[in-house]
């Protein structure tokens, strides 16, 4: 169901840049961009892809001055329609551009490029001018929202420079990741993620937590699809911070409690900014108690209660 609003939305389009006169072809994604048949989050067969989209560019060419398609969605190779994620229509733009080798990739947003902090929650907010493949890919992991985590790699692979503008304000130059040294400007950026849980796993009989502890839960993880946002080993426990859906966390808990201790917290805001100091920590955080930290020579990750 959730891919009609992309068919729907894109014949319209279509549609009336024809009825303007502009020779339009409307092509289905779905005979585009090949996946596997997992159907929320599709893994892409590069090869089929490549093909598909060479194929259409060949029946084409010069033909048509205009070609309208689909983000967020896929198909396998038996004709079911697949998704591809969370803002899915960023990385359906990627994975054309890396197949018809482009010149560049724009995506359109409502703020006017990619902001140091969702302007949701900050009024003070700073537009980052540049910023590197690798550095977006790290934002990206966070859970900057502004582009899909698996936007960046295909543009990576081959160069393509990625800009992010403005639908609001498209005379304005947005921002650009690109395969720059260094993100400028250097500021610290906030990404927050709501409505986490943190479950600290611990063995029955008070044992450590070894590796075949570890292989045992990430198998379970794996099996039940869920993307770990933050970990952290101890001796006698292993801490994980999830989204907090009962459609995946209710089984993990659990199939985890027939083998383990489980104790767990709920809602949680996952904190992670780049480029801190402790005195945007501390004002992050306003004195909030700390259930977890981690930090590295640029990144501060911190899960507090709302």
């Known amino acids: 169901m959730v891919s009609f609003g992309e068919l729907i939305s894109t014949t319209i389009i279509a549609e009336y840049l024809n009825h303007l006169g502009i020779n339009t072809l409307w092509s289905d994604a779905r005979q585009l961009i090949r996946t596997d048949d997992h159907y929320r989050e599709g893994r892409i067969d590069w090869q089929a892809t490549q093909q598909e989209i060479k194929n259409l560019e060949l029946r084409i060419k010069n033909s048509y001055s205009v070609v309208i398609t689909q983000g967020f969605i896929g198909g396998t ?4 329609t697949t998704t591809l994620g969370r803002e899915g229509s960023d990385y359906s733009a990627a994975i054309l551009a890396y197949c018809l080798d482009a010149e560049s990739v724009t995506i359109w947003k409502d703020v006017p490029g990619f902001l140091n902090a969702d302007p949701k929650f900050f009024t003070d907010t700073v537009k980052i001018g540049q910023i590197p493949y690798n550095e977006a890919i790290e934002l990206a992991y966070y859970g900057a929202s502004v582009i899909h985590p698996k936007t960046v790699k295909p543009i990576q692979n081959k160069g393509i420079p990625l800009y992010i503008r403005s639908f609001i304000t498209p005379e304005a130059d947005g921002s650009s990741i690109g ?15 709501n409505n986490q849980i943190l479950l600290s796993i611990l063995p029955r009989d008070y044992s450590f937590i070894a590796e ?7 198998g379970i993880l794996s099996k039940i699809g869920i993307r770990v946002n933050l970990m952290q080993n101890s001796a006698l426990s292993f801490s994980i911070c999830i989204d907090n859906n009962p459609q995946f966390v209710t089984p993990l808990i659990e199939e985890l409690k027939s083998m383990f201790r489980v104790r767990y917290n709920e809602n949680l805001q996952l904190i992670t900014i780049r480029y801190y100091t402790q005195e945007v920590i501390d004002r992050i955080v306003a004195n909030r108690p700390i259930l977890l930290e981690q930090r590295s020579r640029t990144t501060e990750q911190l899960i507090v209660p709302v």
């Open 77 to 80: 190779s038996n004709h079911k």
């Open 212 to 218: 075949d502890n570890l292989q045992v839960i990430f």
């Open 179 to 193: 395969d720059y040294k260094t993100i400028v400007p250097e500021t610290p950026l906030y990404i927050f993620k």
